[in-house]
């Protein structure tokens, strides 16, 4: 289940110098970008990748081997990954893990930790143990459709995307970054990084590309991948928590109905609950190096308003229009 992520180096934080030859002859012939937390965001496949990240990313490509009973909940960063990661390890193995006791694993664990990051499990091991997970196994990516592994296309897994309004998403990402790094670290200012934004320059990025490719193939294949988005989430959780565990085959029975399952789930999984767990609220981290309390902030829709100018706003919704429209998707 949980892993003991003591052993574990913390991932986000491993330098440029610890990158693999391979990734190391790799990068030097790719387009790069001036990065915020990182010192360069690189172009790869179309996408941009923190060294660490491609790292993992060009090693699960190679060697990880997808089942037909796994589930992959995708997301572009700050998202939401955090909340769905909860919801999806606790409508899984509700039978395992009631939902209604003391000792469930949300809390003594950040979510983080009972779904790991498919690309970061291979940064540092071609060969991760991958056992924790009972089945079906579920992992997390930020990885674009096209990048994932073979395996993963091969195979008749699921694929769960969660996308979130642009404007949301940056907030939260900027407000993120700042968390992780001191100020005197930075190598770029806030203009700075809206702007490499807008261009698409940030992990897993562009937004707007990542978004679109999984919208797409959603209307191609529904019985593979299920479209949600952060702010229908939010307005219709048992709504959309029962469409989940339809597409994960996984339905509530009438008992199930008729006990208020889907609220209990909803409610262990909800921000005010996880974000005032106390393995949530001190000095605990992930194995990825960051405090599990960074990963809570407001969760709320429409943030942005607070925190973007007239003229940033307005630039994230011009991009948002020019890159989706004629596709019938809105965020
Ligand atoms: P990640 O992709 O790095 O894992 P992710 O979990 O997607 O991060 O993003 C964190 C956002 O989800 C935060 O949004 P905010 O900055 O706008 O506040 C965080 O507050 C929000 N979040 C975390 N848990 C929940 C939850 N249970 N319900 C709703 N939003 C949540």
């Given at each position: 289940?949980?892993r003991?992520?003591?052993?574990?180096?913390?991932?986000?934080?491993?330098?440029?110098?610890?990158?693999?030859?391979?990734?190391?002859?790799?990068?030097?012939?790719?387009?790069?970008?001036?990065?915020?937390?990182?010192?360069?965001?690189?172009?790869y496949?179309?996408?941009?990748?923190?060294?660490?990240?491609?790292?993992?990313?060009?090693?699960?490509?190679?060697?990880?081997?997808?089942?037909d009973?796994?589930?992959?909940?995708?997301?572009?960063?700050?998202?939401?990954?955090?909340?769905?990661?909860?919801?999806?390890?606790?409508l899984?193995?509700?039978?395992?893990?009631?939902?209604?006791?003391?000792?469930?694993?949300?809390?003594?664990?950040?979510?983080?930790?009972?779904?790991?990051?498919?690309?970061?499990d291979?940064?540092?091991?071609?060969?991760?143990?991958?056992?924790?997970?009972?089945?079906?196994?579920?992992?997390a990516?930020?990885?674009?459709?096209?990048?994932?592994?073979?395996?993963?296309?091969?195979?008749?897994?699921?694929?769960?995307?969660?996308?979130?309004?642009?404007?949301?998403?940056?907030?939260?990402?900027?407000?993120?970054?700042?968390?992780?790094?001191?100020?005197?670290?930075?190598s770029?200012?806030?203009?700075?990084?809206?702007?490499?934004?807008?261009?698409g320059?940030?992990?897993?990025?562009?937004?707007?590309?990542?978004?679109?490719?999984?919208?797409?193939?959603?209307?191609?294949?529904?019985?593979?991948?299920?479209?949600?988005?952060?702010?229908?989430?939010?307005?219709?959780?048992?709504?959309?928590?029962?469409?989940?565990?339809?597409?994960?085959?996984?339905?509530?029975?009438?008992?199930?109905?008729?006990?208020?399952m889907?609220?209990?789930?909803?409610?262990l999984?909800?921000?005010?609950?996880?974000?005032?767990?106390?393995?949530?609220?001190?000095?605990?981290?992930?194995?990825?190096?960051?405090?599990?309390?960074?990963?809570?902030?407001?969760?709320?829709?429409?943030?942005?308003?607070?925190?973007?100018?007239?003229?940033?706003?307005?630039?994230?919704?011009?991009?948002?229009?020019?890159?989706?429209?004629?596709?019938?998707?809105?965020?």
């Amino acid at each position: 289940m949980a892993r003991d992520t003591s052993l574990l180096p913390p991932k986000y934080l491993l330098q440029e110098e610890a990158l693999t030859q391979e990734c190391k002859e790799l990068i030097s012939s790719l387009p790069k970008e001036k990065g915020y937390v990182f010192s360069y965001s690189y172009k790869y496949e179309g996408f941009w990748y923190t060294p660490i990240y491609l790292q993992g990313l060009i090693a699960c490509q190679k060697y990880f081997q997808a089942r037909d009973s796994d589930v992959f909940l995708v997301t572009i960063p700050k998202s939401g990954t955090t909340w769905l990661k909860a919801i999806m390890f606790t409508l899984i193995n509700r039978k395992n893990y009631p939902v209604d006791t003391k000792n469930h694993p949300l809390h003594n664990n950040n979510p983080h930790n009972l779904v790991p990051f498919l690309e970061l499990d291979y940064v540092d091991n071609q060969n991760p143990d991958l056992s924790f997970s009972s089945s079906p196994r579920i992992f997390a990516s930020h990885l674009p459709y096209f990048s994932m592994p073979k395996s993963v296309h091969d195979s008749a897994c699921k694929l769960v995307y969660l996308c979130r309004n642009p404007k949301d998403t940056f907030v939260s990402l900027w407000q993120f970054a700042d968390k992780l790094t001191p100020e005197e670290t930075r190598s770029n200012s806030l203009g700075d990084v809206f702007d490499l934004f807008c261009k698409g320059v940030n992990t897993c990025g562009p937004f707007w590309d990542n978004v679109l490719d999984y919208w797409n193939e959603s209307k191609k294949n529904s019985e593979r991948i299920l479209f949600l988005k952060y702010e229908e989430l939010k307005e219709e959780p048992n709504l959309h928590l029962r469409r989940l565990a339809e597409f994960l085959g996984c339905p509530f029975s009438a008992d199930e109905e008729e006990t208020g399952m889907v609220e209990e789930i909803l409610k262990l999984c909800s921000f005010n609950n996880l974000s005032n767990l106390e393995i949530n609220k001190g000095t605990d981290k992930l194995a990825y190096g960051m405090e599990n309390k960074a990963f809570f902030r407001r969760g709320e829709v429409g943030d942005w308003k607070n925190l973007l100018t007239t003229e940033m706003a307005k630039k994230i919704d011009q991009v948002t229009e020019q890159k989706f429209s004629g596709f019938g998707l809105l965020l």
